[in-house]
């Protein structure tokens, strides 16, 4: 169920529309992150701060004014450009605060619910018949990690898709957490349904994949669950290993598979299935 309330001068009643949509209680709520208040740091750190800010400033103000003193154009030049950058890094910063203001990702029981800036905008979607599309990227220098960007993609039936961070400027707090709890939600209310449906004779969809009770296809290519010995992705892709060699059935990443989790659990079942070890 999705809703966008901007045109309507109000807020969005978020916790009527997620009751509407029946996504449940209300488990955890997150929200973009943001750098903490000088209230919430401890002694030490505001020691630093301030020794940082006063060192910065006073080895800046060094050069300026020597350059002011040598080539006092250029130096203007320099003061004025330095100002310019300080001011324009301010107005991003209070633009960014007034965009991530009402932002919320809400956990439910039974749904996940994306709300927009100042609730102007609910789209509320439920674990079993949503679809999620997740993009992880680790980023390293010099052999040491960086930092870790997540972005995913939520669609569902009637609703809009909603696109969320985790890890950039203006992302939600805790990506790790609330991927992970989504992820884990929506697989195990659609595995079972994926599961049955499978047994039942039914082929089911999962990007370039298509999935039966005898095998796996991909476009030209296909290999029956009894021949599987193993299933891993590497590099952002799936790899599925048979009579001893690893086949890349297609060029589509794995961020571009919806369900990808739900699919590769099934995938993994089948196999065991097929091989008649207990799922």
Not at 25 to 51: D, H, M, Q
Not at 96 to 112: L, N, P, T, W
Not at 176 to 184: D, K, L, M, N, S
């Amino acid at each position: 169920m999705g809703r966008n309330l901007e045109g309507d001068g109000m807020t969005a009643d978020v916790d009527a529309l997620t009751e509407q949509a029946g996504l449940g209680g209300l488990r955890r709520t997150f929200r973009p992150a943001r750098p903490r208040l000088w209230s919430e740091r401890t002694n030490g750190e505001r020691v630093l701060v301030v020794f940082a800010v006063v060192a910065a400033f006073g080895v800046l103000g060094t050069i300026l004014f020597m350059i002011i003193s040598a080539v006092p154009l250029f130096g203007l030049f320099m003061t004025v450009t330095a100002g310019g950058l300080f001011a324009a890094s301010s107005i991003r910063y209070t633009l960014q605060q007034r965009a991530d203001k009402g932002r919320e990702i809400r956990i439910h029981d039974s749904g996940v619910a994306v709300v927009g800036t100042g609730g102007a905008t609910v789209d509320a979607y439920r674990w079993e018949s949503m679809s999620v599309l997740q993009d992880i990227t680790e980023y390293h220098r010099g052999g040491a990690h960086m930092r870790t960007t997540h972005v995913y993609t939520f669609a569902g039936p009637g609703v809009g898709s909603s696109r969320v961070k985790g890890g950039t400027v203006g992302a939600f707090e805790n990506p790790g957490t609330w991927g992970g709890e989504i992820q884990q939600q929506v697989t195990a209310a659609q595995l079972p349904l994926a599961l049955a449906a499978v047994q039942a004779g039914q082929t089911l969809q999962f990007g370039p994949y298509t999935v039966s009770a005898e095998r796996l296809t991909a476009g030209s290519k296909a290999v029956g669950w009894s021949e599987v010995q193993a299933i891993s992705t590497e590099k952002g892709h799936l790899t599925v290993k048979r009579q001893g060699r690893w086949l890349n059935m297609t060029a589509t990443p794995v961020r571009r598979i919806p369900n990808f989790f739900v699919f590769r659990t099934l995938a993994d079942r089948l196999v065991e299935s097929a091989a008649g070890r207990p799922g």
